[in-house]
């Protein structure tokens, strides 16, 4: 049974940090990139970040670059998203799951391989 669990939301004060994780079974976790994708309410799902599985390369949206930062521990199957210096404009639900990821032509997807390839998601709040 495929698994995309994350954790790690909460509320934080603008500029304050979050570390999401996203704990993953049940399918080939070194052989899929995972991207992180958010969705506001009242606003299209937005791809955020993701990373490869060939060599971690990785790509972020221009609206969270320089402040986010996506990992990858193909052991523990987990994939983290550290956030820092964060706005209200940040403010969403999280989702990991498995997506197109072109590093190469810094693209990503937000419709997963097949639908239980996606988390149910964290939320983030950023307010103060």
């Known amino acids: 049974q495929v698994q995309l669990v994350e954790s790690g939301g909460g509320s934080v004060q603008p500029g304050g940090s979050l570390r999401l994780s996203c704990v993953a079974s049940?399918?080939?976790?070194?052989?899929?990139?995972i991207g992180w994708i958010r969705q506001a309410p009242g606003k299209e799902r937005e791809g955020v970040s993701c990373?490869?599985?060939?060599?971690?390369?990785?790509y972020y949206a221009d609206s969270v670059k320089g402040r986010f930062t996506i990992s990858r521990d193909n052991a523990k199957m987990t994939v983290t998203l550290q956030m820092n210096s964060l706005k209200p404009e940040d403010t969403a639900v999280y989702h990991c799951?498995?997506?197109?990821?072109?590093?190469?032509?810094?693209?990503?997807?937000?419709?997963?391989?097949?639908?239980?390839?996606w988390g149910q998601g964290t939320q983030v709040t950023i307010s103060s």
């Open positions: 049940g399918f080939s976790f070194e052989k899929h990139a």
């Open positions: 799951a498995a997506v197109p990821c072109d590093t190469h032509s810094q693209r990503m997807g937000i419709v997963p391989y097949q639908d239980d390839y």
């Open positions: 990373i490869s599985s060939a060599d971690g390369s990785t």
